[in-house]
């Protein structure tokens, strides 16, 4: 005898992973952070080490800068996520 299919384990499957999703969705972000954050200390160093910075120090704009680089590799994440899900 045949089955039905109903969609039901789809469904199930679909909410059980989307706090996975997100903590992808964060890691990604962090990684983001971190490489904007490496390029931003690599050449205020580079530009202290050569003389054209006086001072070497990391300000809180910069870090609003990197910031930048969590919310885009975050929200790339967890829509290319949600695109994975829909194509399926």
């Known amino acids: ?3 039905i299919d ?15 999703i997100i903590v992808q969705s964060i890691i990604h972000g962090i990684l983001g952070f971190t490489g904007f954050f490496t390029v931003l200390f690599v050449t205020k160093y580079i530009g202290y080490l050569i003389g054209s910075l006086s001072s070497f120090h990391i300000e809180l704009e910069d870090l609003f800068l990197c910031s930048i ?12 996520s949600f695109q994975e899900d829909e194509t399926r």
Not at 14 to 20: E, G, T
Not at 69 to 80: A, C, Q, R
């Open 69 to 80: 680089g969590f919310i885009f590799s975050f929200l790339i994440k967890i829509l290319s």
């Open 1 to 3: 005898m045949g089955s």
């Open 6 to 20: 109903t969609g039901i384990s789809e469904v199930k499957k679909s909410k059980n992973s989307l706090p996975k």
